[in-house]
């Protein structure tokens, strides 16, 4: 198993522009989500989803859009980059939100100018 | 809403034992989790208790009071590679049967020889 993927590792954008995160699991993980941490800060969830086609709103969802139509890929969209979306982005999946640890993948470390 | 307390660093000597004390106010309590980042990399998920009392696995142990609502982290016979940052994290219920993760901001461990 390739656990929790995503793509890119690294990306600089210029103010305005757009970019589409990608992130997919392959252990059939009900519940995905994503984060940001910026340095010296916990992490921040952005979006979740506790199934394909349902998707809610974290504590800093502002500036980011997602979708789930799998149950494997879960992207996020950002639309409009601003200097303050500068941070490492994490996915995460969790076979279910009760009790159950979050696997984490590699993070895209993405800076705006 | 929910708040995590934890300390920013803390420095211990190789082979000694060191707690990583964790303190919180949430409403809908409903797990605590630690997890374990090395610098540049994603989290790794440690522990969990949603009872209280004592959590031991092998070098690691994770101690939770719901009515004081406090944790800790406690590292044995520490090694250079559990210098990392430990972060903890409270599982509550926002409704609906869905549960969020609430991070806190860290604790930056440096093991020295």
């Known amino acids: 198993n390739a656990g929790v993927t995503q793509t890119p590792k690294f990306r600089i954008l210029k103010i305005g522009q757009s970019m589409t995160l990608q992130c997919a699991q392959d252990m059939n993980h009900n519940y995905m989500y994503w984060y940001r941490q910026d340095p010296g800060m916990g992490l921040k969830l952005i979006y979740y989803?506790?199934?394909?086609?349902?998707?809610d709103k974290g504590e800093v969802p502002n500036g980011y859009n997602v979708s789930r139509s799998t149950t494997e890929d879960f992207p996020l969209r950002l639309e409009l980059a601003a200097p303050s979306q500068t941070s490492v982005y994490f996915c995460a999946s969790s076979y279910s939100s009760l009790g159950a640890e979050q696997y984490f993948g590699p993070g895209t470390r993405l800076t705006v100018t | 809403g929910q708040n995590i307390d934890q300390p920013t660093e803390m420095t211990a000597t190789e082979g000694a034992i060191v707690q990583i004390n964790c303190t919180y106010q949430t409403s809908g309590f409903n797990g605590l989790f630690w997890y374990q980042q090395h610098a540049g990399e994603a989290p790794t998920f440690l522990s969990y208790?949603?009872?209280?009392g004592l959590e031991e696995k092998g070098r690691f142990s994770s101690f939770l009071s719901r009515s004081k609502g406090y944790s800790y982290l406690l590292l044995k016979e520490l090694q250079m590679k559990d210098s990392a940052s430990y972060l903890c994290?409270?599982?509550?219920?926002?409704?609906?049967?869905?549960?969020?993760?609430?991070f806190g901001k860290g604790t930056k461990l440096s093991v020295i020889p």
């Open positions: 989803s506790v199934g394909a086609g349902i998707t």
């Open positions: 994290a409270l599982r509550a219920e926002t409704g609906a049967g869905s549960y969020q993760l609430t």
């Open positions: 208790n949603v009872l209280d």
